[in-house]
């Protein structure tokens, strides 16, 4: 499995993106930069996104990239992610009045992108990859995804701040090989993570002493564009070799 990171920040500025992973060209976890990071022929191989939850920063790119899409595609690209999540999708993104609603475009028949809601828990099989969604914490409905495939497990927490049954879940999946953890805001800004899910490198390392890591890496992402280097600099104090602060556009062999 490669893993390339296309943006991996809780904002934008330049050079700053916000979040979503590409697995092996044909599929993302969230959509917040596949307009901003890749050409036109990149985004043509892409044939499923998996989202989190429905916040802007997570979703932005699906709706930018429909219209590059029109005429170019045989088969729809298909967005899954959790009813919640894709209720607001449906009723407040592609509703034609923030956006064109796709789903009919260019023809009902053949339009180029369809929805699918997931159950949580349950695996779905896509791209040859076992992807299952656990709900994680924070103020709209989000969940984590844990995805495994031939060469290892691989997890993603989503936005999230302290969190209970992902750890779980990921403690009792086989060959994990790395988690993708977010970290938000620094320590010194505890009281906004807390109100807003988030996690800071505090609350990174209590979250996990919940996990049964295995040797496996931690890839930090989500950080907050406008407090970064604070971050960064409490993240290099706490001297953890498996931690890693994901920058754009690296590539992750998980095997
Ligand atoms: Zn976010
Ligand atoms: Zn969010």
């Not at 495939?149 to 779980?168: H, I, K, M, Q, Y």
């Not at 970290?183 to 505090?202: E, I, N, Y």
Request: hydrophobic share 40%.
């Amino acid at each position: 499995m490669k893993i390339k990171v296309l943006g991996c920040h809780g904002g934008e500025l330049p050079r700053h993106r916000t979040t979503c992973f590409l697995i092996d060209r044909k599929l993302t976890i969230d959509g917040g930069a596949i307009t901003a990071a890749l050409e036109l022929d990149e985004i043509l191989e892409i044939d499923d996104i998996f989202l989190t939850h429905s916040h802007f920063d997570h979703v932005k790119d699906v709706p930018l990239m429909t219209d590059l899409l029109v005429g170019r595609r045989e088969k729809p690209v298909v967005v899954h992610g959790p009813a919640e999540t894709m209720e607001a999708m449906d009723k407040d993104v592609f509703n034609n009045r923030t956006w064109p609603d796709f789903r009919v475009i260019p023809t009902p028949e053949k339009p180029v992108i369809a929805f699918d809601s997931i159950p949580v828990y349950e695996p779905v099989t896509c791209q040859g990859l076992r992807i299952r969604a656990v709900p994680v914490h924070h103020p709209v409905y989000s969940v984590g995804y844990i995805v495994e495939g031939r060469e290892g497990a691989v997890a993603f927490s989503g936005d999230t701040g302290p969190t209970e049954e992902l750890w779980r879940a990921i403690n009792t999946t086989p060959d994990l090989k790395a988690v993708f953890l977010e970290v938000s805001f620094p320590s010194t800004l505890q009281w906004l993570a807390d109100v807003s899910g988030h996690l800071t490198p505090r609350t990174v390392m209590s979250e996990l002493a919940k996990l049964d890591r295995r040797g496996a890496k931690i890839y930090l992402y989500h950080l907050k564009p406008a407090v970064i280097d604070e971050v960064k600099a409490e993240i290099k104090a706490l001297r953890k070799e498996y931690l890693h602060v994901c920058e754009l556009d690296e590539v992750y062999s998980i095997r």
